[in-house]
């Protein structure tokens, strides 16, 4: 919207420049989503709790969690509101990509507020059914892959960027909305299962987020893209100051949910983080990536796949301690902050192998 306003005035107050350089209005993007978290955040939080939206621990998971019981839930909510408000004002609003980002946050945060409001106000600690919330993932997933199929923004293609690999690209032509599906699928459940952990799956959000917005920059930027050997995408770049959003209200997030979490963000935020990060990729052709952008999510997956095939091969027996992983480690007597910035850690690893993939071709 600033962008609209400000920038066609450049000629008359100089400064007003600044506003035509993704870099910039980046920059303010994520300073103003933190700012808006920050702000509003206490009385958020208050607000939750005279409403009684809190927090129901369910049985299978460690004693260490019962503490949690009654702290503030759907925080999701205000990163998604902080990351909207932020985006409105920095992002050139004409882009198709930010509008398709802005579909996701919404089609994703309505799909985490029914599964939120099913577990606390019909106390059902599950939520959703596991085959209703795929469902809803597959059509977004569907829909988005036909558009981008049939009309996606200049420049886009049903071919994706390849790691490792020099000049090629592969193509999943007619089969690219199914492709596209299990990104979706994949992304959203991958840190909706993270979401374990006071800070654990924001903090690897706003990993993740700083990672595509580098990401975007560069296969939005023509000579960028030729020298690390990406697919340029004329209107990819802006998918960079959508990303930062998503990093400054991860931030001002954490501010309030580090532990001991004050509140935390439920599946409105994870659910539809996961989504967004995954759209993410698909804009700029970089969904392969994602596997090691995202490669705590992918740990964390594979690590309940594994414990449930193990356990009905074996009869009963387990892999690890509990599944997902961070609650393995708990069993074993680490105390969460610990396990936390461990993971954080792992996270900026696997950010930067990723990104160190552009060149190693």
């Given at each position: ?66 503490v949690?019981?009654?702290?503030p839930?759907?925080?999701g ?15 050139d ?33 599950r939520g959703?059914?596991?085959k ?7 059509v ?17 293609t ?66 960028i ?42 599946d ?27 490669g705590v999510?992918?740990?964390e ?58 060149k190693?071709r």
């Amino acid at each position: 919207m600033l962008y609209w306003i400000l920038y066609p005035l450049r000629d008359y107050f100089g400064p007003l420049r600044l506003f035509g350089y993704i870099t910039f209005r980046s920059a303010y993007a994520a300073v103003f989503a933190i700012l808006i978290v920050l702000v509003f955040g206490r009385k958020f939080i208050n607000l939750l709790a005279t409403r009684s939206v809190t927090q129901r621990v369910r049985t299978e998971v460690p004693d260490s969690h019962r503490v949690k019981q009654g702290t503030p839930s759907m925080g999701g909510i205000l990163i998604l509101g902080s990351i909207l408000i932020s985006s409105l004002l920095f992002c050139d609003l004409s882009n198709p990509n930010i509008l398709i980002l802005f579909t996701a946050t919404v089609y994703f945060g309505l799909l985490g507020f029914w599964d939120d409001y099913i577990k606390i106000y019909k106390q059902r600690p599950r939520g959703l059914s596991i085959k209703t919330k795929l469902i809803v993932q597959i059509v977004y997933g569907l829909a988005l892959g036909f558009f981008l199929y049939f009309f996606g923004p200049e420049g886009y293609t049903a071919k994706t960027n390849l790691i490792f690999v020099k000049n090629y690209v592969i193509s999943f032509g007619a089969f690219y909305p199914i492709f596209v599906a299990m990104v979706i699928i994949g992304s959203s459940n991958g840190v909706n299962l993270t979401d374990g952990l006071d800070g654990l799956a924001i903090g690897l959000i706003g990993v993740a987020a700083l990672a595509y917005a580098t990401l975007a920059y560069a296969a939005g930027h023509v000579i960028i893209s030729d020298y690390v050997n990406i697919i340029f995408l004329k209107a990819g770049g802006e998918v960079t100051v959508y990303c930062a959003a998503i990093l400054g209200a991860s931030l001002g997030f954490l501010w309030f949910n580090t532990y001991p979490a004050q509140v935390f963000m439920g599946d409105t935020g994870a659910l539809s983080l996961g989504a967004i990060i995954g759209t993410a990729a698909i804009l700029i052709k970089q969904e392969i990536l994602l596997v090691l952008v995202g490669g705590v999510f992918v740990i964390e997956v594979l690590t309940v796949l594994a414990q449930v095939l193990y356990f009905r091969r074996t009869g009963g027996k387990r892999l690890f301690k509990m599944a997902p992983l961070h609650h393995h480690f708990e069993l074993k007597g680490l105390v969460e902050p610990k396990i936390v910035v461990r993971f954080w850690i792992v996270g900026i690893i696997f950010l930067l192998f990723a990104l160190s993939t552009l060149k190693i071709r």
